[in-house]
């Protein structure tokens, strides 16, 4: 609905900024839960693909475990008779961790890729289903980066990422059993050094959390900033205002740069600290290891097999480092994601449980009051009835209420007081999903989808027959134009409807409105795009959307508000006069200063045919 009926949209999203920043940010411990959520439908799948991996893991070792034998036997004792056996259990050891590698990438990878598809179309079906207030504090591109960005690396949890991370710690603790084996002082020492640098691994990834965090945050706003500036182009251009516009976005993007320089500082030096602790190991092993085969405790093949299996031991904490990185970030995502999901949805109230299946449109506001903020209230007691088959215009200066009414009658908002009542049951209390099924809405700023004229109209109501979307498109003059192009109602309309005019596109959504078939119609400024002549040409079309529903109507255009039931003239959220055209211009208040200001006969460029001389008719009388 109109921004101008707000007091204060900024205040608004601090109050939303607030509530946000008041929810506790997830720990890892706390995040347990959502990770158990989604491996929990595969747990099967990751169990198999553990064993293939113990599997794999083992039949890696083969080849550093068969040196000892290699070098003691074959080659110091010149033993060639088990030359083969070693030869052929190395080969089908290799076939066997090639095979199991491939396998273990086909299931997990592709697991991951669906684990993103399902969380990206939950969090934009959850997303849809909240209440308009939420869009209104939050960008467009703001919303897309949640639903593509933030949901991608949480195929790590699932994918390669998690099996290499788990891979790695098994293959350590195979080799560590085996280097025990082999010395228990050169394991011992190693293993106090490894253990102190995993606690300062520990402590490193608790400080890079943030910052991916803060990434997404970022990536989010920039994004969002961008898509509106490519949505507005021609405001952009229309100004001159590409170099403004450049300029933002570079400051976004060197927020963004500045971010991931602090987490590559921050992997650079858990780099560095690993190629150091590999560094100060392999000295120690040396010195050690030299020393235990000069004294005849260790031998060659053994001292060589112990480099060989320790490096397997140290290279997955190496990796951790990046591996590590990934996990931190898909646990950063699922922070975000998991955030956007805790969001209330419309209908998530236990009060709205009862379900309409078919309504009649009896429409009544009982003393009702709404505040977008706390202690700045926009309606103070709204109280009207409107019934089936009768018009209700909403007339008054802009940021009056109008819009606000409209909002709360599309149950976009909850009244902070009151009730609204529709066929005498309380809306609050009614599932919004059964409501707005009867509701049609044709609004000031039409918005289309970049489809084809056909698919704009069916919109409203996706199983309508062709007959029944040709009549809608006649009834609101849709088929004069679309008749004209080259291919008709296949005809690609653009991004919002650019390549149409403004006067085409609203006709366009009056045929969608006309085919939705409502209870309840709502006409916000539905003629506002359109000349004197297109309007005269479309007034039996909306006649005929109007005839036996319950319509509400925002419009200056008299050929709508003088025909209605009944004039509600708003003013500071309170209804100042009400009634029909004639005895609200017989008061000479509010709304005859209103009419003659903006509607006088002599000023009017936009009288339909006939009515001056109707108009002209009732005023001598009235004056």
Known sequence: MKAV???????????????????????????????????????YLLAGSFLLMIVNRASGLVLPASTKYLIDRVMGKHDLGVLPIIVGVVVAATITQGITSFVLTQLLSKAGQRLIAELRTQVQAHIGRLPVAFYDENRTGTLVARIMTDVEGVRNLMGTGVIDFCGGVLTAIFAFGYLVHLSVKMTGLTFVILLAFGIILQRAFSTIRPIFRERAKINAEVTGRLTESLGGVRVVKGYHAEEAESRVFAAGANRLLANVISSLTAQSMMSLASTAVLGVVGALIMYLGAHQVVAGQLTTGGYVTYVMFLAFMIAPIAQLVSIGTQLTEALAGLDRTTEILSEREEDSEPTRSKVLDTIVGDIEFQDVRFAYEEDKEVLHGISFASRPGTVTALVGSSGSGKSTIISLICGFH???????????????????????????????????????????????????????????????????????????YDTIVGERGVKLSGGQRQRISIARAILADPRILILDEATSSLDSESEAMIQSGLQHLMAGRTTFVIAHRLSTIRRANQILVIEQGVILERGTHEELYALHGRYYDLYTRQHGLEANLFLAPGEGDKIAELEPSKA
Not at 14 to 39: N, Q, Y
């Open 414 to 488: 909850v009244a902070t007081g009151g009730r609204i009542l529709v066929d005498g049951d309380d809306l609050a209390s009614i599932r919004l999903s059964s409501y707005r099924e009867q509701l049609g809405v044709v609004l000031q700023e039409t918005f289309l989808f970049d489809g084809t004229v056909r698919e704009n109209v069916q919109f409203s109501r996706p199983n309508a027959t062709e007959e029944q979307v040709m009549e809608a498109c006649r009834i609101a003059r849709v088929d004069e134009f679309a008749a004209r192009f080259p291919e008709g």
């Open 5 to 43: 009926d707000r007091p204060s949209r900024g205040a608004g999203r601090a109050a939303t900024a607030k509530l946000t920043a008041e929810r506790p940010k997830p720990s890892i411990k706390k995040m347990l839960p959502e990770v158990w959520k989604l491996i929990r439908p595969r747990r």
